[in-house]
């Protein structure tokens, strides 16, 4: 992502672009061994909601992503253009993960989005919506099997 490629509304604010910038490169440098460089995207305030949970504040966001990223091999965003409106930002996303627990360490993609708030230069809010059956169920070996058989007979 460049400055370039981000899609403004209302008032501009140069630093969220910047801000933007930190959060893409900190997504794709992050695991278990550095999460101290969270604090350098997210405020002390941070309020943070995904579909397996939430996380109020920085010590408790460090701790969730700590869980998080416990067992993980590598994980990589392709983040898309963010359209950014008076503090607001979203922006698409294509997760590659390989988790140790997740299809045998395999690497698996799931598509999601995320919705930012982001003041003073720090993202205040932070909310993901993903399929989680994508990311997890889907990958079990034996519930994969039966969700992917449903999805089939239901559409």
Not at 37 to 49: A, H, N, P, T, W
Not at 105 to 110: A, I, Q, S
Request: proline share 4%; with cysteine; aromatic share 12%.
């Amino acid at each position: 992502m460049t400055t370039a490629s981000v899609i403004e509304f209302g008032t501009r604010d140069t630093a969220l672009p910047k801000v933007m910038e930190r959060f893409c490169s900190l997504f794709n440098e992050l695991d278990k061994g550095n999460l101290h460089k969270l604090q350098d995207v997210y405020g002390e305030d941070i309020l943070f909601r995904d579909p397996f949970g939430e996380a109020s504040g920085l010590d408790e966001l460090t701790s969730y992503f700590a869980g998080a990223y416990a067992n993980v091999i590598r994980c990589r965003f392709r983040f898309e253009t963010p359209v950014i409106q008076r503090g607001w930002c979203t922006i698409p996303w294509v997760m590659e993960l390989q988790h140790k627990r997740i299809k045998g360490g395999k690497p698996v993609e799931v598509e999601g989005i995320s919705h930012l708030e982001i003041r003073d230069g720090r993202v205040r809010y932070h909310r993901d919506y993903f399929d989680a059956g994508q990311l997890l169920y889907e990958n079990l070996p034996v519930v994969g099997g039966v969700i992917r058989w449903l999805k089939e007979q239901a559409g």
